[in-house]
């Protein structure tokens, strides 16, 4: 049955364990964009719930400082969860303690990545060919935790592949909070056309919450997932590539309120320096860059004469250069706009 069969509020708090996620929206785990930064924007543009990039959980048992950097948190951006991959249920009882005491309010397992250097090494949706070890794992990081354990998911290997529904099952037998499911299968990569059989599948199979995910880049696609697939949350991912304030969007949408515009160019552009000066508190100046340069693209999606501005990001290499190109930027569009108006256009 779906959601409105019962007539319930899809803007409801949802319940994960001890946590609350409100609203029922989640920031979904992307390698190189959902480091603290971006994370605690998407918490100030909405977001239920954030998540961080996934981190090896042996990475994290040999002491890498770089890994465990990517275990620090903002004050502001909680409830955050943090998701762990790897393959050895042992590794994963060390590494575990390590992510909670860092300051994670939910310990999320990576059994939905299709990237081979990941399916390689076992881990990642991998795991979905060992349902024993997807199970063990899971049970060793639910023994380990102090927080709720969540597992991410696809829709099996293959298209005919279902024994996911049944993986799902026993990782909930030892204690996982909730499942999130990427409706695709592994075979379809990021690729297919749009399906959410799978996440209704799962939502009526199991009895904790089911976060749905997969290709939610409109406002108004967030309340039919729910609606369709009586899923308890929706995972935005990709949909949120530089635009933080989608979730506040997507809210709206929920609640049945007419859904805002987008922030006007100067607003857009204000977030992304933003994202940037902070990103350079974490990183140097370089690094702060080479991350920025591809969620700069996505900040002007949408907006006029939005290759000019790309051409100058992909040159940037200085914090002051970027503040230069928005203030050309936003300054060439005020001269066209004014232009326009003179035309009587």
Known sequence: MTRETFG???ARPLTIGSVTVDPPLVLGPMAGTTERVYRLLC???????VCSEMVSINAIV???????????TFEGEHPVSVQLFGSEPAIMREAVPAAVEAGADIIDINMGCSVPKVRRNDAGVALMAEPDRAVALTAAAVEASTVPVTVKIRAGL???DHTYLETARRMQDVGAAAIAIHWRAACQGFGGTPGWGSIAKAASALDIPVIGSG?????EEAPLMMRHTGCDAVMIARGAWGRPWFFGQAAA????EPIPPDPDPAERLGIALLHAQMLRLDHDEHIALHQMRTQLHYYVRGLPEARRFRSGANRLTTLDELRSLVEEY????KSVEQQEARAGL
Not at 43 to 49: D, N, Y
Not at 253 to 256: S, T, V
Not at 330 to 333: K, P
């Open 8 to 10: 319930e509020d899809l």
């Open 43 to 49: 918490r100030r543009g909405g977001a239920g719930l």
């Open 62 to 72: 040999e002491g890498s400082d770089r890994t465990l950097r990517m275990l620090r």
């Open 158 to 160: 293959t298209l005919r």
């Open 215 to 219: 290709d939610v880049v409109r406002a």
């Open 253 to 256: 949408a929920l609640r049945g």
């Open 330 to 333: 936003l300054a060439h569009l």
